[in-house]
């Protein structure tokens, strides 16, 4: 009997033990599953931000202050993960912000990692973690001595790079809230928590202790095996405080790691019931090795089954989530570009439910905007790197023209071979249409549409190359209105923005559609003229340009008589560049408006 019990109790220990062993290597496993969902949302959202400051970066010399805060207002109501948008200059003071309260506010950069420094990239750095909502009300939690976050806090994040020359500068406040409560939906605050760190160990965000926030972490065995692998998992225990299982990950673009802590005993809750059950059936059961042994063959692998079985639906139970929960539309196609699913956010973009997309070829989106070329970049790129991503446009189903961000990524079996297509994409029209308005209201007159000084400098520049290249000719006709100043302060300004109007609207018919007719402020008006075959060209277009002006204008029942005052000025005759052009067009406009007005004048150097 002895030996029996003996028996019972070596075999019963060590099936507990296996138990355990599996347990822990079940809880790491779910473990890396959730570390390596948070890190794909934290670098989902990252990318939002580098490819925002990408596009405000590329705009930024041609875009005001004012359009800036209106174009990040648009942002933000798109981006509940940030906080705030700034744009800072050479001195890190803040210029221009969604948010007014920030303007004024200097960031010190000097402790942004990755470090800011030549040559410039385009990337973004991640300051330590500051203490309340917004710039304009924080301040920085310094490492040494780290503040507790009792309220309200943000991560501050700097891109900065070079643009045609110039050094561009966007400062974002990282909602820590939005990840804090993605987080805890997936891993309560009784099972565990997270964290994301810099590559130096400094903590950013946290779902458990926040006097952390802005030290570095106390594990320094983090530092050595991130040296050694970009994924891993350890056990860490230290006085007064829970052992954790500890799962982290690198972020696939970022500098930074994120960091999943499974409370240990948490983790051992259904082993621990299942062993005192087990136990207790044991002892129960003393009345026969056999009987022993075969309620503890069956029990173990009935146990190991639905540990596997509830593993793989957590698993699917995640990946779902991910599916249907997703901002992007994603589809799923099979090797002959059959759609095979859909998720919500694919109808909401596209109109089309998932009834009417499943059995249907991707084609269903095609535009026709596209040309083969287009497809076979986007073939040779699949092919290579089993990725594509670019700015595509798709039709919806009521038949309007939408521009999306696309991503195709090929799904391949253990053999190598295709077995499915994921694609996702985003909605980017609005974006797109913001820009071209933005765009639009820099290079032209705001009273008269007319292109603006900056515009025409862009044309006569490409105007000047032309000519030198083609050894041509080019003129430049500058004039401005004689006997203007008496219409405002007879009538009003309000009547004068009428008359220039009218006289945009003339001239427009009085030039080539190869001609540049703009206005650089009141009532100063230029004519380029790119293509000349001789100067009579550029006399006939002046003559036309006074006769035009001299004709009178009635305005709110009041007829109104001005002319006009012009100088001409040609290429390569007069000048070389672009500025002497203009100076000597001036010039001759002078002249002309010396000698009485209402007439023209050519350069005489």
């Not at 994301?196 to 065995?221: F, N």
Request: hydrophobic share 40%; net charge negative; aromatic share 8%.
């Amino acid at each position: 009997m002895i030996l029996v019990v003996l028996a019972a109790g070596t075999v019963t220990a060590y099936v507990i033990q296996q138990h355990k062993n599996t347990a822990i290597t079940d809880a790491d496993d779910h473990n890396a599953l959730h570390t390596r969902a948070f890190e794909e949302h934290l670098t989902r959202s990252l990318d939002t931000i580098q490819r925002l400051a990408d596009f405000v970066a590329s705009e930024s010399d041609a875009t005001s202050l004012e359009n800036i805060e209106e174009l990040f207002y648009h942002i933000l109501q798109q981006a509940p993960f940030l906080r705030s948008l700034s744009i800072l200059d050479n001195t890190g003071r803040i210029i221009a912000s969604s948010n007014h309260g920030n303007i004024g506010r200097r960031l010190e950069v000097e402790d942004y990692y990755p470090h800011i420094k030549p040559p410039l990239g385009t990337s973004l750095h991640f300051g330590s973690p500051w203490s309340g909502r917004d710039f304009d009300e924080g301040e920085p939690m310094i490492a040494e001595h780290p503040l507790p976050a009792t309220g309200l806090g943000f991560v501050p994040i700097i891109y900065r790079g070079e643009h045609k020359g110039v050094d561009i500068r966007l400062a974002a406040a990282l909602n820590p809230d939005f990840f804090i409560n993605y987080f805890t939906q997936w891993l309560t605050v009784k099972e565990g928590f997270v964290e994301i760190l810099r590559h130096d160990r400094v903590v950013l965000l946290t779902t458990g202790e926040p006097s952390i926030l802005g030290a570095q972490h106390p594990d320094r065995i983090i530092t050595q095996m991130l040296q050694e692998s970009e994924i891993g998992h350890y056990q860490v225990g230290k006085d007064g405080q829970e052992e954790t299982l500890t799962a982290f990950r690198v972020s696939r673009q970022y500098p930074l790691v994120v960091l999943t802590h499974l409370y240990r005993n948490r983790a051992l809750e259904n082993w621990r019931r299942e062993s005192w059950r087990l136990l207790l059936q044991v002892g129960m059961g003393l009345f026969g090795v056999v009987n022993l042994a075969m309620v503890l063959y069956w029990r173990g692998k009935r146990i190991v089954s639905e540990r596997e079985a509830l593993r793989r639906h957590e698993y699917e139970r995640l990946a779902a989530t991910v599916f249907e929960t997703v901002l992007e539309a994603v589809v799923v196609t099979d090797t002959d570009q059959r759609i095979i699913a859909v998720n919500p956010a694919f109808t909401r973009i596209t109109g089309y439910s998932s009834e009417e997309a499943v059995g249907a070829d991707f084609s269903l989106l095609a535009s026709g905007y596209h040309d083969e070329a287009f497809y076979q970049t986007v073939r040779q790129s699949l092919a290579t790197r089993s990725h594509w991503e670019g700015e595509v446009r798709n039709r919806r189903k009521t038949g309007e023209i939408f521009v999306a961000w696309l991503s195709i990524n090929q799904v391949r079996d253990d053999t190598g071979q295709i077995i499915h297509q994921v694609t996702g994409f985003s909605d980017i029209t609005e974006y797109c249409a913001e820009a071209e308005r933005i765009s639009h209201l820099a290079h032209h007159d705001l009273l008269t549409g007319l292109p603006n000084r900056a515009l025409l400098l862009d044309r006569l520049i490409q105007g000047l190359r032309q000519a030198h290249r083609d050894c041509g000719q080019l003129a430049l006709l500058y004039f401005d209105l004689d006997k203007f100043k008496p219409v405002n302060d007879n009538f009003g300004h309000t009547t004068g923005d009428l008359l220039l109007q009218a006289l945009a609207t003339r001239l427009l018919a009085e030039v080539r559609s190869t001609d540049t007719l703009a206005r650089l402020g009141g009532d100063e008006f230029v004519v380029l003229l790119p293509v000349l075959k001789n100067d009579s060209e550029a006399i006939t277009v002046a003559e036309k340009i006074r006769q035009a002006v001299d004709k009178p204008f009635l305005i709110d029942q009041h007829c109104i008589s001005v002319s006009a005052s012009i100088g001409i000025a040609f290429y390569p005759d007069n000048a070389q560049d672009e500025e002497g052009l203009i100076r000597c067009a001036d010039s001759a406009m002078y002249r002309a408006k010396g000698h009485g007005g209402n007439r023209f004048e050519q350069f005489q150097g």
